[in-house]
């Protein structure tokens, strides 16, 4: 079967077709180009970014809390505008990739301001006005920047094959390789390092080890994900009329699988907690015995996505994300239940191994929710453009995230006045917090989440696609795609 420029193949009879299982478009320098991707998302620093603001920088728990208020309403505006110009873009380069193309140079330069902070204001408090002026001018320019890029970056990979079977492919491949080409390795490596500078063993400037980690990784990552999006292409063809915002609003409103995805992230929206880092940090004093905790279980967690063909094949989507979420929760509660028996919260060689035990039986899931939860999104849009006629993948997306960034906002800053309230100070010396705070901390990380998010999976139980009906979505699909690209080869020649 031949390939046109669009991807689409030209079958001459499409009344057989199975485009999921018959054909596969990306090539190998692709695939290579899209696992180099995926690791680039990883390759950074940000786990730490709550120490560093804490830590270093020092923006005041209850001025953090207003600038997120503020970022995140005129992220809502911004969303809404740029959705609608990008569902609206028709290039030969695609829908996408100019703005894939031209915003990831200067976003990577940005970012670069960002762990310079300490050098523009050295040695100033958590209410200094210059510095909480520039914190938000550059909130405000990086909240822009990285809406368009995320926007066209989550159409994007729902476009560049047409075929699920092979997505998933994809999918479980690069989440399987990423980890052996060290995605998480400046993680552990910052991690072992941080350890080192709080407890005085090297003289290194906090500041400067953050700085260096930081832009470096930008840099390497940047590289990484610029090569992808000069080498892929996208393949499912767009409408050639674009869609008005009537129509936008219209595909949000009948997409079901999205209703129900913005309702169960909604519901477990309401989730309050802190990472597990800082409790560790706070408490024991160091990051590095996560990553001691956590190496037993990188084998099996390999050995996970070999479970995830024979478990589509047996069990519905539905099945194995209901499942996934009542796994995890189980085994978090198991794991706060042990840290209040004696205290052990407070003992660090138990907590390591209750932390082990844990990610030992998470592991065994975490391939199946790593590419289950990734391929239902883009299942959602194929099925937007089953109900429709059209894709609306940037619309779609703020629609999901926009109710989302309104309850975020109020959340990060609930989480910041949490802070307060349970009597954590800024700037103590590591694992100087009072016993309280202490065990709020580790609360906070394991329990509350649970507990304050709970509602979250009911949705999870009218996921629509059967099995029977997600194939006859994408036979339709396959039929309409070859008459669209048909269409638009002759007006081409007109």
Not at 167 to 194: H, K
Not at 287 to 303: E, K, Q, R
């Amino acid at each position: 079967m031949a390939e046109n420029n669009t991807g689409v193949q030209n079958t001459g009879n499409t009344k057989n077709v199975n485009v999921y299982e018959n054909y596969n478009y990306v090539s190998t320098k692709e695939s290579v180009a899209y696992l180099l991707n995926d690791v680039s998302n990883t390759f950074n620093i940000n786990s730490f970014q709550e120490r560093y603001i804490w830590d270093v920088v020092k923006i005041d728990f209850t001025i953090s809390a207003i600038v997120n208020i503020f970022t995140s309403a005129w992220d809502i505006f911004n969303d809404i505008i740029l959705a609608t110009v990008v569902d609206g873009t028709r290039t030969r380069l695609g829908k996408f990739r100019p703005y894939l193309l031209g915003l990831q140079i200067p976003l990577t330069l940005l970012g670069a301001l960002y762990w310079m902070l300490p050098i523009f204001f050295p040695n100033t408090s958590a209410t200094f006005v210059p510095k909480l002026i520039f914190y938000f001018a550059f909130s405000i320019i990086n909240e822009t920047a990285s809406t368009a890029i995320s926007l066209a970056k989550g159409g994007y990979h729902s476009t560049i094959t047409p075929n699920p079977n092979e997505r998933v492919r994809l999918i479980t491949m690069v989440e399987l390789l990423s980890g052996y080409l060290g995605e998480d390795l400046p993680r552990y490596i910052f991690g072992a390092l941080y350890d080192l500078i709080v407890n005085k063993v090297i003289n290194w400037k906090l500041s400067s080890a953050f700085m260096t980690f930081g832009i470096g990784t930008s840099l390497i990552s940047s590289v990484m994900t610029l090569y992808f999006f000069l080498v892929s292409k996208e393949r499912v063809p767009q409408s050639i009329e674009k869609p008005n915002i009537k129509e936008g609003l219209h595909a949000i409103v009948t997409n079901y699988p999205v209703l129900l995805m913005c309702l169960s992230d909604f519901l477990g929206g309401f989730s309050v907690g802190t990472s597990e880092t800082n409790y560790f940090i706070d408490v024991f004093g160091s990051y590095s015995l996560i990553t001691l905790a956590n190496a037993p279980s990188s084998f099996n967690g390999s050995i996970s996505y070999a479970f995830v063909g024979p478990l589509r094949r047996r069990f519905s989507s539905k099945a194995i994300w209901v499942g996934s979420d009542i796994y995890g929760d189980i085994l978090n509660m198991g794991y706060f239940l042990f840290g209040i028996i004696n205290r052990n919260y407070t003992k660090m060689i138990p907590m390591v191994i209750a932390v082990g035990v844990r990610e030992f039986m998470g592991k065994w899931t975490f391939g199946v929710n790593k590419v289950i939860n990734a391929d239902l999104w883009n299942e959602a849009m194929d099925y937007c453009e089953w109900k429709n006629g059209y894709r609306m993948e940037a619309t779609t997306s703020v629609a999901k995230s926009l109710v989302l960034k309104i309850q975020g906002s109020l959340m990060n800053s609930v989480r910041s006045l949490i802070l307060k309230k349970i009597g954590y100070v800024q700037g103590l010396e590591i694992g100087t917090q009072d016993n309280r705070t202490k065990f709020w901390l580790f609360a906070l990380c394991s329990a509350v989440p649970v507990v304050t998010g709970a509602l979250g999976i009911i949705p999870k139980f009218l996921w629509p696609l059967t099995k029977e009906k997600r194939n006859q979505m994408y036979k339709d699909l396959a039929e309409r795609r070859e008459t669209l690209v048909s269409a638009a080869a002759g007006e081409s020649a007109e």
